[in-house]
């Protein structure tokens, strides 16, 4: 059965950083592309970042590119989302999942950005 688990959301105000964790199982995590998203009530759900197997390439969404940075520990199966001067824009949930996408997804983590 497929499940990831997002954590390390929080309230953070602006200009600050958080680092978000998946923890993902039920699949060959080592063997599959991984994005992050948001969503919104307004936006619906966005692409943040994906990252590819061995973590060596990374593409990001431009709202977000040169403030996150993704990463993976394929040896224990984990994703990460590292967010530096974060905007009150980036409060959403996060998500993360595998490319293509499983279907079922986590609960998602709170971030957000307020003074």
């Known amino acids: 059965q497929v499940q990831f688990v997002e954590s390390g959301g929080g309230l953070v105000q602006p200009g600050g950083s958080l680092r978000l964790s998946c923890a993902a199982s039920?699949?060959?995590?080592?063997?599959?592309?991984m994005n992050w998203y948001r969503r919104t009530p307004g936006n619906g759900r966005e692409l943040v970042a994906w990252?590819?197997?061995?973590?060596?390439?990374?593409t990001y969404a431009r709202s977000v590119k040169g403030r996150f940075t993704i990463s993976r520990d394929n040896t224990k199966s984990t994703l990460y989302l590292q967010m530096n001067s974060l905007r009150v824009e980036d409060t959403a949930v996060y998500y993360c999942?595998?490319?293509?996408?499983?279907?079922?997804w986590g609960q998602g983590t709170q971030v957000t950005v307020s003074s």
């Open positions: 999942n595998a490319q293509p996408n499983f279907a079922s």
């Open positions: 039920g699949f060959l995590f080592s063997q599959s592309f």
């Open positions: 990252i590819s197997l061995d973590g060596d390439s990374a």
